[in-house]
């Protein structure tokens, strides 16, 4: 059983910069594919990107591609989301997840994923 426990979510103007870290126990990091996904009020939860077991294998949604980064620190059982130039839309309950998949592979779609994190809370101010 893997636990995930999310961090770093806060209230920021748009435009700043904001690091999630998700840092996982329970499991054997590196067998697992790591996801970011986000549920802003009143809407379904989406994709944000994800990084497979390689650490050069990401995914990214069209609406964070070129301003978010996902990085995985398997020494550290932890996964990272770097949010840049951050607008208003990105304001969400920000969720980490984690699948045991092949090493090339990066889930985006929820039913894919075995575990989950209870969510971080980010909120940008315009």
């Known amino acids: 059983q893997v636990q995930l426990v999310e961090s770093g979510g806060r209230l920021v103007q748009a435009g700043e910069s904001l690091r999630l870290s998700c840092v996982a126990s329970?499991?054997?990091?590196?067998?697992?594919?790591m996801g970011w996904f986000r549920q802003a009020p009143g809407k379904e939860r989406e994709f944000v990107g994800g990084?497979?077991?390689?650490?050069?294998?990401?995914l990214y949604s069209d609406s964070v591609k070129g301003r978010f980064t996902i990085s995985r620190d398997d020494a550290k059982s932890t996964v990272y989301l770097q949010m840049n130039s951050l607008k208003p839309d990105d304001t969400a309950v920000y969720y980490c997840?984690?699948?045991?998949?092949?090493?090339?592979?990066?889930?985006?779609?929820?039913?894919?994923?075995?575990?989950w994190g209870q969510g971080t809370q980010v909120t940008v101010s315009s």
């Open positions: 329970g499991g054997n990091f590196y067998n697992y594919a």
């Open positions: 997840a984690a699948d045991r998949v092949g090493p090339w592979y990066v889930p985006r779609h929820e039913h894919e994923y075995d575990y």
């Open positions: 990084v497979g077991r390689r650490v050069d294998v990401t």
